[in-house]
């Protein structure tokens, strides 16, 4: 039987455990599953302390993750990042502040933030979607160029761009 499972590993530095922490204590439903450790085999190349932490597994609502101390061989960037769809403004404050917290705000745009760990995740209220694939399309226009204007998203002003 094959499980065909996809999980998403993250590859930090040394902040696989610290940065596991601060998502589960945002998300819902979130939880660590297993914290596995260096050991003293194949130290000659990991060159990590034995006992370190490897490899975190958690989940965020459900969704498995890995995170993997790696070294500082490979950093983050924009080209992946995580969707987190919001339904009303209250959520998007909610996850642009617990996500945004020490993140370096000139990577913030359009809704997309880089967190302290320099991981991307995209905040998005579901009315967002709607107002964009309007088949009207001087709608769905006017809520891009304003949506294009903001770091945090506002529904209230893009809905006011949506009516005209």
């Known amino acids: 039987m094959s499980l065909n499972k996809i999980t998403t590993c993250l590859w930090f530095d040394a902040q696989a455990e610290e940065a596991a922490n601060h998502y589960i204590s945002i998300f819902k439903n979130s939880k660590i599953t297993h914290v596995q450790r260096y ?14 932490v ?14 993997l101390n790696g070294g500082p061989q490979f950093k983050f960037n924009e080209s992946i ?20 917290d020490g993140a ?5 745009q359009c809704g997309w933030l880089a967190d302290k760990f320099g991981v991307s995740w995209q905040v998005v209220p579901s009315a967002l979607k709607e107002m964009l694939n309007d088949s009207d399309k001087a709608k769905a226009d006017r809520v891009m160029v304003e949506m294009m ?16």
């Open 104 to 108: 370096d705000e000139t990577k913030s």
């Open 39 to 52: 050991t003293e085999a194949g130290r000659d190349i990991h060159r990590k302390e034995p006992g370190s």
């Open 149 to 164: 204007k903001m770091k945090k998203l506002d529904i209230a002003a893009l809905r006011k761009a949506y009516e005209g």
């Open 81 to 100: 990042s995580f969707q987190v769809e919001c339904a009303n403004q209250d959520e998007v404050d909610y996850y642009w502040e617990k996500l945004g």
């Open 54 to 67: 490897l490899v975190v597994e958690f989940e965020l609502n459900e969704h498995p993750f890995v995170a």
